[in-house]
């Protein structure tokens, strides 16, 4: 097992966009491994590779659904193809935030395509938990956080909140 160093609020690599994964190797794979196991020694739900520096465009996620159908998924090169035009407010939080919570409005159901670690190509229809926390992992490879998706004056707080609990280390 290896634990990769989370990246925080004012690393650079969370604001870039990251590449797409070119061709899938052993390493991708060993790469993939090392996310699940961070992400759940952090006790998080959903984690994109540049939160642990690597600038690529992979996501892992663990959700369970109301009736604890747990959903187990790795992700490369993933893409929403689809939105459903309702959407949802929910709770969200981020292990690149640690502390910080806000209510985030995202479509209720998505359709997401990519490719497995092995490279087979992948399409999940998602709604609910899942589909919040793979949008919200999709929008790490694109160097946005959910920070940016609240109100300007919710997002002063939440990072002034932030900047707080930092000085306070
Ligand atoms: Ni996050």
Redesign the pocket.
């Known amino acids: 097992m290896a634990l990769l160093e989370i990246q925080l609020l004012g690393a650079k690599v969370l604001r870039e966009r990251a590449a797409p994964v070119g061709e899938i190797t052993d390493a991708t794979r060993q790469l993939v491994r090392d996310m699940f196991d961070t992400m759940y020694d952090a006790e998080g739900i ?3 590779a540049p ?1 642990v520096g690597i600038p690529e465009r992979i996501l892992v996620v663990d959700v369970a659904d109301e009736d604890e159908t747990r959903h187990v998924h790795a992700l490369v090169n993933p893409v929403i193809t689809r939105s459903s035009r309702d959407t949802g407010k929910e709770v969200e939080g ?4 640690p502390g910080i919570e806000e209510s985030v409005t995202r479509p209720v159901r998505v359709t997401v395509e990519g490719l497995s670690p092995d490279g087979e190509p992948v399409r999940l229809e998602a709604e609910g938990l899942l589909a919040r926390a793979l949008q ?2 999709v929008d ?1 490879l694109d160097g946005v ?2 920070v940016d998706r609240v109100s300007p004056l919710k997002r002063g707080i939440l990072l002034r909140k932030w900047r707080k609990s930092r000085a306070s280390r």
Do not use: D
């Not at 981020?94 to 935030?97: G, N, R, V, Y």
């Open positions: 959903g984690l994109a939160q981020c292990l690149s935030i919200h992992e790490h956080l959910f």
